[in-house]
Each structure stands twice: as C-alpha cells, then as structure tokens.
C-alpha cells in the first residue's frame, strides 16, 4: 500500500514540478510580448535574453529529471515540455502580421540558437518538434522555395495552407507575382 501512496504522491509532485516549469516558460516568453517585434528596437536582444533563460530552465529540470526517474518517465516528460514549449513559440510565430528582413534574420538565428540547444535534451521526433524546425528556414527562404517546399511535400506534413500562406504573406510583400506563388499554396495535407 505505501508503494502506491509514495508512486501517487510522485506522480503528483512530477505533475507539479512540470506544471510550474511551464508556468515560469510561459512567463519569459510573455516576457518578449510575443515575437512581433514591430517597433521595438532591442526585440531581438529580448528574444534572444529570454530563449537563453527558456534553454537554461529546460536544461535544469532535464537534469534532475534524469537523476531521478526511470528513462521511460523521463523521455515521456521531456517530449511533453519541449512539445509544449515549441509549440507555444511557433504558434506565434505563425500569427505575426509583418516580419521585415531584419526581424526574419533576428527570429531565424534566436530559433537556430533555440534548437541546437534543445537538440541536445530532445527525446523524438514529434509533430511540434518539425514544425519549430522548420522555422528558422521559414525565415530565411524566398518565397519560391517556400512554395516548392510546399509542393514537394516538405512543408504540407505538418503545417496546414492557411499557415504557410499567412506567414509568407508576413515575410513578402503583396505583389501580383508573390499572390501568385502564394496560391499554390493549397490542401492540407495532415
């Protein structure tokens, strides 16, 4: 009986302990009001301040995480984090209405940044995890490649029409030609 109490009592500290890691991430990153960084001239240090910090929590609670729980405990509640943490980041992403060049180049390094750090406590491959991938060259590519990335598949995986059209929108300006590239921009495909 007190081996289920104490696995009870663990689960719920565990449950704690995730809860209140994602509790101070969402603060820092509520910290950088979002990724737009739209008239904001240190939003780039911000971001950048406030990815070091989000690094350094995961990183903390990874490692007492691995000293104390069997590794298939561990995996399940790190896949859980970054998921969530990733997840949270490219929904924003996704929703800025204007990026300029310096702003793209800005979220594409803090996103490199970001995922070589994480790379180093990721567990699997997981639908956010490719999808939080992607961004950094979303940033960086034109949009012809964006759309070729689109057609080939690449893209169409794991993130809907609607998504890449906006965020390309967000990236290019409104030309004849771009309207046209953006329309083959078509079918979700997940």
């Given at each position: 009986?007190?081996?289920?109490i104490?696995?009870?009592?663990?689960?719920?500290?565990?449950?704690?302990?995730?809860?209140?890691?994602?509790r101070?991430?969402?603060?820092?990153?509520?910290?950088t009001?979002?990724?737009?960084?739209?008239?904001?001239?240190?939003?780039?240090?911000?971001?950048?301040?406030?990815?070091?910090?989000?690094?350094a929590?995961?990183?903390?609670?990874?490692?007492?995480?691995?000293r104390?729980?069997?590794?298939s405990?561990?995996?399940?509640?790190?896949?859980?984090?970054?998921?969530?943490?990733?997840?949270?980041?490219?929904?924003d992403?996704?929703?800025?209405?204007?990026?300029?060049?310096?702003?793209?180049?800005?979220?594409?390094?803090?996103?490199?940044?970001?995922?070589?750090?994480?790379?180093?406590?990721?567990?699997?491959?997981?639908?956010?995890?490719?999808?939080?991938?992607?961004l950094?060259?979303?940033?960086?590519?034109?949009?012809?490649?964006?759309?070729?990335?689109?057609?080939?598949g690449?893209?169409?995986?794991?993130?809907?029409?609607?998504?890449?059209?906006?965020?390309?929108r967000?990236?290019?300006?409104?030309?004849?030609?771009?309207?046209?590239?953006?329309?083959?921009?078509?079918?979700?495909?997940?």
């Amino acid at each position: 009986v007190s081996s289920g109490i104490n696995a009870e009592y663990g689960g719920v500290m565990l449950q704690q302990c995730y809860t209140t890691l994602h509790r101070k991430i969402g603060n820092l990153f509520r910290q950088t009001r979002g990724l737009d960084g739209q008239g904001k001239e240190n939003h780039g240090e911000v971001i950048e301040m406030v990815f070091v910090q989000i690094i350094a929590l995961i990183n903390e609670y990874s490692s007492a995480w691995k000293r104390w729980l069997p590794t298939s405990r561990y995996e399940g509640l790190m896949t859980r984090t970054l998921d969530t943490t990733l997840t949270l980041i490219t929904s924003d992403c996704l929703k800025i209405e204007d990026i300029s060049a310096k702003h793209s180049t800005c979220l594409a390094n803090n996103f490199t940044l970001l995922r070589e750090q994480l790379e180093k406590v990721k567990v699997e491959d997981t639908v956010p995890w490719r999808r939080f991938n992607f961004l950094p060259s979303l940033m960086e590519d034109s949009l012809v490649k964006i759309v070729e990335s689109w057609e080939s598949g690449v893209l169409s995986e794991v993130f809907r029409a609607a998504e890449i059209q906006h965020i390309s929108r967000a990236l290019f300006q409104n030309t004849d030609k771009n309207a046209a590239l953006r329309r083959r921009i078509t079918g979700d495909v997940f």
